[in-house]
């Protein structure tokens, strides 16, 4: 083999390489960065509807609201803090609503988290809310990552029912 050629193959090599480095640190980069935006999604989402809760308790304000939510989520239920129902669809173990996590969560009085994004999601508090009697809970299915939910404020505490 001539050194030309030599010279060549030591190119392609290396042109090779660089190449595959740069297609797996992209394809790295991609995959961060999308999880990145669902991690923003969310945080988004959670202070939204913090920011609605408080704002929508002043009594007698009755307002819809649409929240965008992550692809990975197909369910986001709401719990009533401190009304922790045993007999409810969620914990009923017999039940095909059953959801084991929010349920210990719930059952414990030290912890304070009332809004929960399924499967997997993180759950987290979002202010003082009900739901009308006898209800001690809400979840809604998440069509084209959309919730949407009507809050009425009550004073003290904003009530959260489904939109139909």
């Known amino acids: 083999m001539k050194k030309a050629q030599v010279d060549k193959v030591f190119i392609y090599l290396i042109t090779l390489i660089i190449a595959a480095l740069v297609l797996f640190f992209g394809y790295k980069s991609i995959v961060s960065m999308k999880e990145n935006a669902a991690r923003v999604t969310v945080l988004n989402l959670r202070t939204a509807i913090t920011n609605d809760v408080d704002v929508d308790s002043s009594f ?23 009304r922790y129902d045993a007999d409810a669809g969620i914990c009923d173990i017999n039940s095909a609503n059953y ?7 719930w059952a414990d009085a030290d912890v304070k988290q009332n809004l929960f994004l399924l499967p997997g999601g993180e759950p987290y508090y979002i202010g003082n ?4 009697a006898p209800h001690t809970y809400l979840c809604l299915n998440l069509s084209f990552n959309t919730l949407k939910v009507r809050f009425r404020g009550l004073g003290d505490q904003t009530e959260i029912t489904a939109v139909e």
């Open 129 to 132: 809310i009900t739901f009308p």
């Open 60 to 82: 007698g304000t009755v307002k819809i609201h649409s929240y965008n939510v992550p692809a990975d989520f197909r369910e986001a239920c709401f719990v009533e803090v401190g």
């Open 99 to 105: 959801k084991p996590v929010i349920c210990d969560s």
